[in-house]
């Protein structure tokens, strides 16, 4: 067995929440850049230009990327020979709670969803999703994850009969909806598979696969490859201004499902697409 300190895992878990809010990741400066450069429409172009500069500000001015700092969402991959003193939940509570008051990062959870909705004032308590795997390894992923995206999410039980062309038919109908006011250009995560409840965390996971990687069995990069260019054909553009590109990229998870069903699960990532991973 290997024991593994919670003031260990607590520091690397604030150095992520910060790291994620103040610094977007290369590749998807690179290619919000590159989008700048080949955009046509004047206002898509100055949108794109006026993204990339708040990339390269925010972290010398040591302000968050975006005002929503959104909730505050764990994917931990922990080994079976790794010791804790507590629950990770629990360390990982108190450290969004330190992270978010000592950078200054906006509360954005309400004790209660419907009725008081009262703030609880720390952002707490995160979201955090826990899979267990051989080794004696703990990987840490942090997702800081904004509203005005996650509201334009959706999840549909199709028919298995549906296939392909219902998920196409799912996911531009969602981008149709959601417009400029989710903040595009999208990371668009799609989960296909698994059950109700299981649908969504595959399409938020598939958010955080590497900008511009491809899915590994060739059908569903193909995939991929139909609906991005479907969504952009839309013209919807960067945050709703027109223009060629709306899509950064298309990623899908898939999972083994019952036989009489197709869930999909459609999760938007803004062009603040802020992640930050350790092990």
Not at 83 to 92: M, R, V
Not at 102 to 120: C, G, H, M, W
Request: aromatic share 4%; charged share 25%; hydrophobic share 40%.
């Amino acid at each position: 067995m290997r024991h593994v300190s919670s003031a260990i895992i607590q520091n690397a878990a604030q150095e992520l929440i910060q790291k994620a809010n103040f610094v977007l990741p290369e590749k998807i400066q690179k290619k919000i850049s590159d989008l700048a450069q080949s955009e046509t429409s004047p206002s898509a172009k100055q949108a794109l230009q006026d993204i990339a500069k708040n990339a390269n500000l925010a972290p010398q001015e040591k302000l968050p990327l975006c005002q929503d700092t959104g909730t505050a969402v764990f994917f931990v991959e922990i080994g079976h020979e790794v010791q804790l003193d507590e629950p990770i939940a629990k360390i990982l509570t108190r450290a969004t709670k330190i992270a978010y008051k000592n950078n200054f990062l906006r509360a954005s959870i309400v004790k209660e969803p419907l009725y008081d909705r009262q703030n609880t004032g720390d952002n707490c308590p995160p979201i955090v999703h826990i899979e267990q795997q051989k080794g004696d390894k703990i990987t840490l992923t942090f997702l800081p994850k904004g509203g005005g995206a996650e509201n334009k999410s959706i999840l549909k039980m199709l028919r298995p009969a549906d296939g392909e062309q219902g998920v196409i038919a799912t996911a531009v109908e969602a981008a149709k909806i959601a417009g400029g006011t989710s903040c595009p250009p999208w990371i668009i995560g799609i989960g296909i598979g698994g059950n109700f409840d299981s649908v969504a965390t595959l399409a938020k996971k598939a958010i955080l696969r590497p900008l511009e990687s491809c899915h590994k069995e060739k059908r569903y990069a193909e995939l991929e490859k139909k609906i991005a260019k479907e969504i952009d054909a839309l013209q919807i553009g960067t945050m709703g201004f027109g223009g060629k590109k709306t899509v950064l990229g298309v990623h899908i998870k898939t999972a083994p499902t019952h036989i009489a069903s197709l869930p999909v699960a459609i999760n938007f990532q803004c062009h603040s697409a802020r992640s930050a991973r350790r092990e």
